[in-house]
């Protein structure tokens, strides 16, 4: 059983950026794929933002490419997401997942609200 507990929500002006961290643990090892998502109000789908790899591989969603940075600290177990230039459509419940390719398990953090608006 992997663990996800994000961070880093809460309100923020149009033009300005975040910094959101997703925590994992549990004991996992091998090749994972932690990614970040989003969940529109009132949207069912969530939608990709991007993904860092075990082996640290990055890919964005093309809405966020350019403004979204994300980063991974292998000692802390932690990714980061840093997004900048922040549009009310960036308005969502972040989630992390945490995709263990290996065991073929796939786990969910409670998400983090983030809003944009003055």
């Known amino acids: 059983q992997v663990h996800i507990v994000e961070s880093g929500g809460g309100l923020v002006q149009p033009g300005g950026s975040l910094r959101l961290s997703c925590a994992a643990s549990?004991?996992?090892?091998?090749?994972?794929?932690m990614g970040w998502y989003r969940q529109a109000p009132g949207r069912e789908q969530r939608e990709l933002v991007g993904?860092?790899?075990?082996?640290?591989?990055?890919n964005y969603a093309a809405d966020v490419m350019g403004r979204a940075t994300i980063s991974k600290d292998n000692a802390l177990n932690t990714m980061y997401l840093e997004m900048n230039s922040l549009k009310s459509e960036d308005t969502a419940v972040y989630l992390c997942?945490?995709?263990?390719?290996?065991?073929?398990?796939?786990?969910w953090g409670q998400g983090t609200q983030v809003t944009v608006s003055s």
């Open positions: 549990g004991g996992f090892y091998g090749y994972y794929i």
């Open positions: 997942n945490f995709n263990w390719v290996m065991t073929r398990q796939n786990f």
């Open positions: 993904t860092i790899d075990s082996n640290g591989q990055i």
